[in-house]
């Protein structure tokens, strides 16, 4: 029996197969590449890797191979049985996540709990796209806070990954010193594009925005023609320049260098959801967004995300939907998220169609009813996981809305709220509510 870096036992064929399924766990960690021809690799070497189809599985389905992901996942069941029982339950855990099974995430914490160090497993619960985000809990990031506090011990101080993960939710959380420590550590073991991205996000709710920029101007020159990251780092430059109060015109010239939907590198989701909501704050800022960039973002959404109940996506189908100047396919998927809501019977579901609402409430120009329906549901957005900047977009949906309606006191009361006091575009706002108050 073979064992891995934590002393666990995986069952392969040879230890040249086991090195590179470690290697290619360790790729898929540090989100620089896909890993899936790493995993590809380790299956090479042993046809009957179940643990290694499952991976694979799983990369190919995060890529939008969903068909190829299904034959990797059935191979896997298939040779579960001559697997250990924790590659078993890994398996049987990797497969749910896929098919959103809900039973998933009591199986994967009942299994952290057993092996705390089964980073496979623990890696589907955590972090911004974990399980735990996108199950429409609202205290989704605390109990990634409290898995990774559970699960510390048990790994080396020098464990890089847990060390990333563990300073993204401490800077999420407002821990700003103890983030910038953690992250800085991480990244001093390992410079890869999960470490770079912890440190970048950091520097953004930090507001230490020349230090952010820096950073991520200098990462990019050294790895990022070589780092699946470099479209999301990219979007944190957009949106350090936006908090730093630079016109969103001249930030705009960078979706035609940068954010294509043709690029490639990022995940699907990575790629409808920078680029949405990018293009939805050029909105909010008065920026004209061409006909032909929102015909093709809408075209790439319907070819990976053509159904509803994907909170996160949907959030992000609905700016891109709002912002063609017709509104009849934003009309129409409002009237799918609705039914799917009234089947569902979820909070999440239900914010997500007040919030499409919204959207199309504020493309038609009529904000004070933009307001009149986002405004019970603010608090809500937490449910769809994700990121702080990636979520405030919709109270900044909501400020505009308020402020293009004249409703100047509910515009300043959620910026007050979230007590963002050293953000440039905060202050900016405050100033410019203050302005128009006379």
């Avoid at 974990?130 to 898995?147: K, M, P, R, V, Y």
Wanted: net charge negative; proline share 2%; glycine share 6%.
């Amino acid at each position: 029996m073979f064992k891995d870096t934590y002393d666990l036992d995986v069952t392969c064929a040879s230890d040249a197969a086991l090195q590179a399924f470690l290697s290619a766990m360790d790729c898929s960690l540090r989100f620089d590449r896909t890993a899936i021809e790493e995993f590809g690799a380790a299956i090479e070497l042993d046809e009957e890797f179940a643990i290694a189809h499952a991976a694979l599985g799983r990369q190919l389905f995060m890529q939008g191979h969903s068909a190829e992901s299904a034959t990797h996942f059935k191979k896997a069941m298939s040779l579960a049985n001559s697997a250990t029982s924790r590659e078993r339950d890994a398996i049987q855990i990797a497969n749910g996540a896929v098919r959103g099974d809900p039973q998933t995430i009591a199986m994967a914490r009942a299994h952290v709990e057993r092996y705390p160090t089964d980073v496979f497993v623990l890696a589907h619960l955590l972090g911004p796209f974990g399980l735990l985000a996108f199950s429409g809990i609202t205290d989704w990031s605390e109990q990634n806070i409290a898995l990774l506090r559970a699960t510390k011990a048990r790994y080396r101080a020098d464990d890089w990954w847990h060390l990333t993960t563990e300073g993204f939710f401490a800077a999420e959380e407002g821990r700003l010193m103890e983030a910038s420590k953690i992250c800085e550590r991480a990244w001093g073991i390992s410079e890869n594009g999960n470490c770079a991205h912890s440190l970048a996000h950091l520097h953004f709710e930090a507001c230490v925005l020349d230090e952010g920029r820096d950073f991520i101007r200098e990462w990019v020159a050294e790895y990022g023609d070589h780092s699946n990251m470099r479209h999301h780092l990219l979007w944190h430059l957009a949106m350090i320049d936006l908090e730093s109060g630079l016109e969103m015109s001249d930030v705009f010239e960078t979706y035609d260098l940068e954010f294509y939907p043709a690029t490639n590198g990022p995940s699907p989701l990575e790629m409808l959801c920078d680029n949405a909501s990018f293009l939805w704050r050029c909105h909010l800022a008065g920026v004209e967004i061409p006909v032909g960039v929102c015909d093709e973002l809408n075209q790439y959404a319907d070819s990976h995300f053509g159904f509803c109940g994907f909170a996160f996506a949907d959030a992000h189908k609905t700016m891109a939907s709002a912002l063609q100047p017709s509104t009849e396919k934003h009309d129409t998927l409002v009237a799918h998220l609705s039914e799917f809501a009234t089947s569902a019977n979820t909070d999440v579901a239900e914010f997500i169609t007040q919030y499409s609402g919204a959207l199309g409430a504020f493309a038609k120009g009529e904000y004070a009813r933009a307001v009149g329906i986002l405004e019970p549901f603010l608090s809500s957005s937490i449910l769809i996981g994700g990121s702080n900047p990636q979520r405030r977009i919709i109270e900044e949906t909501f400020v505009e809305a308020c402020v293009r309606a004249a409703d100047y006191d509910k515009a300043d009361a959620v910026l007050r709220r979230r007590n963002r006091k050293n953000s440039m575009f905060d202050q900016n706002q405050h100033g410019r509510i203050s302005r128009l108050k006379g």
